[in-house]
């Protein structure tokens, strides 16, 4: 008989089969078959981030996008003017000289990111990759900086970095290099570098931690093959650890560069609300918001507004196309 029973059981799933995994209209519940949560429980987990997120991402997002095409007295929403607004910033000064600078120095902010995060990042996740010794404690000091908040870190360095009374010229005085003592801040041609460096040591420990995850996830036996088929521990890296950490790399350059193009804490801390010296320092975000803020003009809600979506718009549809690119390339690897 129980073996019998057993029999019908297993005839009929709809007896011990949940109602949330029972096949509905001919289609398998897809968060049961997957072994995730059912709908209406990652609803509840998802709710809270997706009503912030609504609040304080969407909503401004939309609300910027809206006016931008409304000219504005004030804080006082005038007339619907198009696309004006965005044609005054690429055509009256001082927009149109203020906005083509600030971009060439959010770009070098990408590629000091790119260059120095990327490759700093790597080389110190490879190196305490299969350190046993200190690793915790390195990876403590390196993610450290990317911990604190950027204007206090441009305000320390400003300090560390003064002409009169810092430490640095005053080390490099003290080693015989008096040469290299320069106001490294007061300089048009050094003050955008001196950002940018301060950039990659504030966040190398970020894409540390992520290629330190991403080689944890490389099958070790991979490594061991090779090496028994002769292969140098270079030919390793370059042939077979370096291909599989590209998403890793895609994900880093996706963040850095978001991260440089909305830059605003560290060269404001660093150079002032007008990016000094001569605008040396200065970025998008600091023109948006000596637009919005600072300029006194009466339509700088509208500029400011049409200055943000170009900003959003850049962002989003590089950061897409490069996604969709890297997939392209995962899946031809593959």
Known sequence: MADHALTDDALEPSRTTPAATRPRGGRVSRWRAGGGLPLRSA???????????????????????????????????????????????????????????????????FIGAIVGQNTLGMALAVALHRRRWGKRLFQVLFTMPYLVSPIVIGYLWTLMLSPTFGPVNAMLKAIGLESLALPWLGSPTTAIWVVVVVSVWQWVGFPMLLYGAALGGIPEELDEAASVDGATARQRFFSITLPLLWPAIITVSILAFIGAMESLALPY???????????????????????????????????????????????????LLTTYLSRRREEALT
């Not at 509840?44 to 991402?57: T, Y």
């Not at 049409?306 to 850049?314: D, G, S």
């Open 43 to 109: 609803m509840v987990f998802l709710l809270p981030a997706l009503v912030l997120f609504g609040i304080f991402v969407l909503y401004p997002m939309l609300t910027a996008f809206s006016y931008s095409f409304f000219s504005w007295r004030g804080t006082a929403r005038s007339d619907f003017s198009g696309l004006d607004n965005f044609f005054t910033l690429f055509t009256q000064d001082p927009y149109k000289r203020d906005i083509p600078n600030a971009f060439l120095h959010n770009v070098l902010m």
């Open 269 to 319: 801390a660093m150079g002032g609300v007008s990016g000094s010296p001569a605008g040396a320092t200065d970025v998008l975000s600091l023109v948006f918001y000596r637009i919005a803020f600072e300029s006194g003009a009466s339509n700088g809600v509208g500029l400011s507004s049409a200055l943000a979506t170009l900003l959003f718009v850049f962002i989003f549809g590089v950061a």
